[in-house]
């Protein structure tokens, strides 16, 4: 992988991933940018005692452009993008619309090919395995902003998901707190070490699902499985087997094996509800151990949280979505409409030929 950073015209940090060592990047953007002005601010909820962002600048953001004007293609003659070379293997970019910026964080854009009719389940394992090199370098860079105590790679996919670029990409957030869900599993995990005599319980969750018959893959160094208490209807979580707190932590065996069983996972996703339906919106989020004080979670380390990634969709049957109404928005109940087990029995149906 070769890595070279620029700048584009407004100031913000732009990073070429390439698979070839050779490869030159020195082209200018040529664009007449003012400087980005944003209005991030993070607010507190005494009740819930989470965090909210406040960014009204996002408001203005670009929605669903035509294909000829999309941002995240690279720059064709006349036609200006956010990337400015004519080709590219992986760009990330500061967001020009960022939920998260200066002391609150900072907000990055992933393009994971520079083919806009593509889509990750189409990547080659070397273009995944450079995704893969790409997330882990941000997330290992990110971590060193004194600003950041929480790095977040996730990729939105779909229109029914929010995504308003069609463009194959991904978003990277790194927060200035610990987020409400991962305080929620190291409390969990807190629980479990003190009531087990130091049981760790992702070692314990991972064992008792790999006995269990909601496995969908399992490969020498990853697992991918559906919880016993998934949320959506479709839901996958893929774990290294020997558990690490993120990315920079994987070893180069588990590394070489990701892109397989992902890429394997993203296609069978798309074809949960059969030919000829459209392709399966999901969020695939990478949950990765915070790098801020731990000190309020009862003894609990870094190296005691397992990088996993959690992936679902929201369509719960052809033509038909899975809304989060009163149960699930006002009180945070999820309801399930597709037993954890006939969705991993569906999953494996559709295994690939």
């Known amino acids: 992988m070769k890595k070279t950073s620029t700048r584009l015209a407004d100031g913000r940090e732009l990073i070429y991933y390439d698979l070839r060592d050779d490869t030159v990047r020195d082209v200018a953007d040529r664009r007449p940018l003012d400087a980005t002005v944003t209005t991030s601010e993070i607010r507190r909820d005494p009740l819930l005692g989470d965090s909210v962002a406040v960014a009204s600048h996002r408001q203005g953001r670009t929605y669903h452009p035509p294909a000829d004007q999309c941002p995240l293609c690279p720059t064709r003659g006349e036609?200006?993008?956010?990337?400015?070379?004519s080709s590219y293997d992986v760009a990330v970019f500061e967001?020009?619309?960022p939920s998260l910026a200066g002391d609150s964080g900072?907000?990055?854009?992933?393009?994971?090919?520079?083919?806009?009719d593509a889509s990750f389940a189409g990547l080659t394992e070397d273009q995944a395995r450079l995704v893969l090199d790409a997330w882990t370098d941000r997330t290992s860079e990110l971590s060193h902003l004194p600003s950041v105590e929480q790095v977040f790679c996730f990729e939105n996919r779909g229109a029914e998901i929010g995504v308003t670029l069609q463009?194959?990409?991904?978003?990277?957030y790194a927060y200035p707190f610990t987020t409400p869900r991962t305080a929620q599993m190291l409390r969990s995990l807190a629980a479990h070490k003190q009531a087990t005599g130091g049981r760790n319980l992702f070692d314990d969750v991972l064992a008792r699902e790999l006995a269990d018959e909601r496995v969908v893959l399992e490969g020498e160094h990853w697992a991918a499985f559906?919880?016993?208490?998934?949320?959506?209807?479709?839901?996958?979580?893929?774990?290294?087997?020997?558990r690490v707190p993120d990315l920079p932590a994987l070893d180069e065996a588990a590394r070489t094996e990701f892109p397989q069983l992902h890429l394997e996972l993203l296609q069978r996703?798309?074809?949960?509800?059969?030919?000829?339906?459209?392709p399966t919106p999901y969020i695939a989020a990478w949950h990765q151990a915070p790098f801020g004080a731990l000190e309020e979670f009862d003894g609990v380390t870094r190296d005691d949280f397992a990088l996993h990634l959690e992936l679902f969709t929201v369509r719960r049957t052809s033509g038909k979505l899975k809304f989060l109404a009163g149960s699930e928005s006002g009180m945070n109940v999820f309801i399930n409409d597709v037993p954890p087990e006939a969705a991993a029995e569906r999953l494996r149906e559709v295994a690939s030929s």
């Open 226 to 242: 559906v919880p016993h208490a998934a949320h959506w209807p479709y839901e996958v979580h893929l774990y290294p087997k020997r």
């Open 106 to 116: 900072r907000c990055e854009v992933v393009c994971f090919t520079s083919d806009h």
């Open 269 to 278: 996703f798309d074809r949960i509800f059969g030919e000829g339906e459209p």
């Open 79 to 85: 036609r200006l993008s956010e990337i400015p070379d």
């Open 95 to 97: 967001n020009r619309f």
């Open 167 to 172: 463009h194959p990409h991904g978003q990277i």
